[in-house]
């Protein structure tokens, strides 16, 4: 998976330098109107540790990635027997297990490393890597069938078959995209964790499915992109669209009382709203392509935490405060996308509205039983919507930052940690917190800073 889907130049790749990007529809508006920016002359940097273990491991490790390969294929072949063969290992079943999967995905990583740092990609490698993942895919697909919809399992295998024969052909040259390398990996841990029944707590069947739909989706993209059916200035249009799609899903499943999967649909449009301004930066966008995205936002930050208010506390109350919410948040775009032209790139005017349509969502989730509670939570986000005298960081800006991102990939593992551990309201707490930190930090600065003038200031 990580030498066919990394390899390459940067010219070759299709969504490979996505970076992370706005939260709001600022950062799409600024790439449509803005596209021929001056951007300031990159200095060097010094390799971060990664990559210098990477460069060091390329260098030390004397196998051709061929051979690692068939090393890969050599341990997914019985590790797919004994997943399918419930009786084999007994009591030690699951570190048997755990120890072939941590050593097929070394392999995997090494493989990848190797054919990046000593240049020795071929049609061939990548084919050949891409053919050692097949048992261990189809084995935990067969698995995993049962509790499973149809759907997205079976496009995930027909799409993972069709870009290995897309590779063999050499069709637009070379398939690859860390984005889609780490949303498969992701799907297959979670795959294998759903077929043994490990971390039931955070992943439930709800969970795997709306992976297997995120990873879906990155590889269609790439499959249209490549067979030149999707053009570059509409993947960010693509985009906008997925993130509006979550939303509307997000509503299907708080209607069904699944708020748990509601609020994961609403992080990953998040994700996408920030990816959809990255894409119009780099390959450009249509004309329509700021308000599809600002509807989107709408549906997803607005109706869709607005909709779930509702369907906790159906009736009258629950209607109204549910539907002042999504005006609410839809009349801060619509303000934003008319005074564009006033807006900081690196700053936000208030919390944007992913994060307040994610406290409102987080709080519903986390207290429906107490609408008291629930509606103090959601008036706080509507504050912090409109304090628009105060600055937030942009965060798909802050994420430039090597240390930053450290912070953030640290930040996910302890989440991740934290449901697996304490369960969904645990991760869910730990979401809400972290929003509402970044929520209040810049106002109590700003009320610190205007303190501090007015100490400052001459008497009269």
């Known amino acids: 998976m990580t030498r066919a889907d990394d390899a390459g130049s940067g010219q070759n790749s299709e969504l490979h330098a996505i970076e992370p990007a706005a939260l709001d529809s600022t950062a799409r508006t600024d790439a449509m109107t803005a596209p021929d920016a001056p951007i300031q002359a990159a200095t060097p940097l010094r390799a971060g540790p990664v990559r210098r273990f990477e460069r060091a491991l390329g260098e030390r490790v004397k196998l051709h990635p061929n051979r690692l390969s068939a090393l890969k294929l050599l341990i997914a072949l019985p590790l797919s027997f004994v997943l399918l063969r419930g009786d084999l290992g007994g009591s030690g079943r699951p570190l048997l297990i755990a120890l072939m999967f941590g050593a097929y995905a070394t392999l995997d990583y090494v493989d990848g490393v190797v054919a990046r ?13 891409r053919v050692a993942e097949i048992p261990l895919l189809f ?13 997205p399992l079976l496009l995930k295998l027909g799409l993972d078959v069709f870009l290995l024969l897309l590779h063999a052909r050499g069709v637009g040259g070379i398939l690859h995209n860390r984005l889609r390398t780490t949303t498969s990996y992701i799907s297959l841990v979670a795959l294998l964790l759903l077929s043994q029944g490990w971390a039931e707590r955070l992943v439930t069947p709800e969970f795997v499915t709306v992976l297997l739909w995120i990873n879906t989706g990155i590889s269609l993209t790439l499959v249209l992109r490549r067979l030149h059916i999707l053009s570059r200035s509409r993947i960010a249009d693509a985009l906008s669209l997925s993130n509006g799609a979550c939303g509307v899903m997000a509503m299907i499943f708080a209607n069904r009382g699944q708020l748990d999967v509601s609020l994961l649909l609403l992080t990953l449009g998040a994700a996408l709203d920030g990816m959809d301004g990255a894409a119009a930066r780099r390959w450009g966008g249509s004309k329509y392509g700021v308000y599809m995205d600002d509807v989107a936002d709408g549906v997803s930050y607005g109706m869709a935490p607005g ?14 405060v549910g539907g ?21 790139p690196g700053y ?11 406290v409102a969502m987080s709080s519903v989730a986390l207290f429906h039983t107490q609408p008291l509670v629930v509606g103090f939570l959601v008036g706080i986000a509507c504050a912090l919507m409109v304090a628009f005298d105060v600055q937030h960081r942009h965060l798909g800006h802050a994420l430039a930052s090597r240390r930053v991102r450290a912070y953030g990939v640290a930040f996910v593992g302890v989440l991740l940690l934290s449901a697996a ?3 969904f309201r645990t991760g869910v707490g ?11 930090v810049p106002s109590f600065a700003a009320f610190g800073r205007v303190l501090a003038e007015r100490r400052n200031s001459p008497r009269r």
């Open 117 to 129: 740092e000593r240049k020795l990609h071929t049609v061939f490698g990548r084919v050949f890597d």
């Open 139 to 151: 084995a935990l697909a067969w698995l995993t069938i049962a509790v499973l919809p149809d759907p």
């Open 307 to 320: 909709f779930a208010l509702y369907a906790t506390n159906r009736g009258f109350e629950g209607a109204l």
């Open 324 to 344: 002042l919410f999504a005006l609410f948040v839809i009349t801060r775009l619509t303000f934003f996308t008319l005074n564009k032209s006033s807006s900081d």
């Open 348 to 358: 936000f005017r208030g919390v944007p509205s992913p994060a307040g349509g994610l």
């Open 421 to 423: 551990l304490g369960g």
């Open 430 to 440: 730990l979401v809400l917190l972290t929003l509402l930190v970044y929520g209040f």
